[in-house]
């Protein structure tokens, strides 16, 4: 089954029948002086659907502009960036369960959402056809999520005082402009692997010996909770940061290569087999293992 067919690596050709869920439409199933609540079919690209929420001035979405793939597969891995995930803005996952063809659905809290994770990534994989989601997006008083320092830096470029969904949109599109590589232009799944999350001691082991090295809080939910804890014995990594200190960014290997200027997102110039990207994959991972001791996750869904 494929949504946008974005977040995937094929190992081989598939010789079996595939499911492309290509169905369309948004409802708008409830609203309030400051709220909206949106159904949107599975089928949906993701950007068009932030570009309507823009065009219709609904808040939530605007950090994750320009994302690949589709509205159904967004909540799989929940989709993220610039300090935003779409779990903020997800209320409900609609489902059909391929075993028993019933319709359901998942409370947000029942999607178990995480970091690049939600229970369709791992217990419930591929027991369900996602049809529709909705989320619960701002009419007004939109929540502004400027803190990532590459949009704090765009703006000021800009010279974009106003702070609005818009012009977090503009700054968001054009960060990922400058930096990713457009999947229309040249193969890629984005982020290849996540982020890793290691102990604080590996963590204080290898700042010692670069200082720079950047890294970030981790939090984690407290049993039968709904809040985020800080977890002060782990401490999250840069897995582009890793891979680019192994000499990796740029290089390139046949028609396989790691971007120039993402080291995070592995690369097709054209004719690389899924093979070979997943050999450079695993090529990095062990580099990565060697030099720092921190095991990468691949976090494209590797098929086979
Ligand atoms: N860095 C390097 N060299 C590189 C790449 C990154 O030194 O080649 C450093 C950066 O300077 C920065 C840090 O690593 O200090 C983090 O880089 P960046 O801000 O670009 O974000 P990221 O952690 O590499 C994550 C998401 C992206 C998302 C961005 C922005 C994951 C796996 N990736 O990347 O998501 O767009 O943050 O929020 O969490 C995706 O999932 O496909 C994706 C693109």
């Known amino acids: 089954m494929i949504g946008g067919g974005s977040n995937m690596l094929l190992l081989n050709d598939i010789d079996r029948l595939v499911i492309h869920i290509n169905t369309k ?3 708008i199933i409830k609203q ?10 599975a089928g949906e690209n993701w950007h068009e659907f932030v570009l309507w929420c823009l065009e219709n001035n609904y808040g939530g979405v605007e950090n994750l502009a320009l994302i690949p793939g589709n509205v159904g597969t967004s909540p799989i891995q929940n989709i993220g960036a610039y300090g935003v995930e779409v779990k903020d803005v997800i209320e409900k996952v609609y489902a059909i369960e391929i075993a028993t063809r019933k319709e359901t659905s998942f409370s947000n809290t029942k999607c178990k959402f995480a970091y690049r994770d939600s229970i369709f990534k791992n217990v419930q994989k591929g027991k369900y056809i996602i049809t529709d989601v909705s989320f619960k997006l701002t009419r007004k008083n939109h929540d502004i999520h400027d803190a990532y320092g590459a949009i704090q830096a765009k703006l000021s470029e800009k010279r974009n ?16 402009t400058e930096k990713l590589p457009d999947p229309k232009e040249i193969g890629n799944s984005g982020s ?46 840069a897995a582009g940061w890793l891979i680019d200190q ?59």
């Not at 590996?202 to 039968?224: A, D, G, H, R, V």
């Not at 971007?259 to 899924?274: E, I, M, P, R, S």
């Open 32 to 41: 309030d002086e400051n709220h909206v609540w949106v159904k949107v079919a």
């Open 192 to 237: 290849f692997f996540k982020n890793p999350i290691v102990s604080k001691k590996l963590f204080k082991k290898i700042q010692k010996e670069y200082p720079n090295i950047p890294n970030y809080p981790t939090y984690q939910k407290q049993y039968n909770s709904e809040f985020l804890i800080l977890n002060s014995e782990l401490v999250k990594l």
């Open 161 to 176: 005082k106003k702070l609005c969904i818009a012009s977090i949109a503009d700054a968001v599109i054009s960060i990922r």
């Open 246 to 304: 192994c000499g990796f960014k740029g290089k390139r290997y046949g028609d396989a290569g790691v971007h120039k200027n993402q080291a995070l997102v592995l690369v097709n110039y054209g004719n690389a087999t899924g093979q070979d990207i997943f050999k450079l994959a695993q090529k990095i991972q062990n580099k990565v293992k060697e030099r720092f001791g921190v095991a990468l996750e691949m976090e494209v869904n590797i098929i086979s």
């Open 25 to 27: 439409g948004k409802k």
